[in-house]
């Protein structure tokens, strides 16, 4: 009995000692793509969601349309929920880009931060169209999230696993 449970402890020890070794393995590997994720500063990307930075008067969102649209209208929203400018977009079916400037929708400018981006469409019938939208800008910066890589794009935090696309380099 006695030789039985020295066996079980040392099963006991190599698992410990196995799993201490995976979580080393697993550090190592966060650390690399972290690493691998600063070749993205400077680069100019796309990645999902609806939330992007003002810099210097301008903040580029994107949205894709499944289908045609009768009509889209594309908001960008403060910090408080107001909808601060509204414009028509483009109603074709695919991939298309909006640069906002900065202004409310009375000519005033606005302060630089992080806004949100909503788009409204409906088809002909007066169905809704579910658009995907998007964030373009450039990378500022990289940290490390609980999920992997952020990267920043000008403060708003994207993870790495949305980036769709890199746009252009700006070097």
């Not at 070794?21 to 697993?26: G, M, R």
């Not at 210097?56 to 969102?61: P, Q, S, Y």
């Amino acid at each position: 009995q006695f030789v039985s449970q020295l066996v079980q402890f040392a099963g006991v020890e190599q698992q410990i000692a196995s799993n201490s070794n995976l979580e080393k393995l697993i550090a190592l590997q966060s650390s690399g793509i972290a690493a691998d994720s600063l070749g993205y500063i400077g680069k100019t990307v796309e990645a999902t969601g609806n939330a992007n930075q003002l810099i210097n008067g301008k903040a580029t969102f994107g949205y894709t349309l499944p289908s045609n649209a009768a009509s889209v209208t594309l908001a960008v929203v403060d910090g408080q929920g107001r909808i601060v400018y509204s414009t028509n977009g483009q109603t074709a079916a695919g991939a298309h880009a909006f640069t906002w400037n900065g202004q409310d929708s009375a000519g005033n400018t606005l302060p630089d931060g992080e806004y949100q981006f909503k788009v409204s469409a409906v088809d002909t019938s007066g169905n809704a169209i579910t658009a995907t939208t998007s964030a373009i800008g450039t990378v500022t910066g990289v940290q490390q999230g609980t999920d992997g890589p952020l990267l920043s794009l000008g403060g708003t935090l994207v993870p790495l696993s949305s980036v769709t696309a890199i746009v252009a380099s700006t070097l």
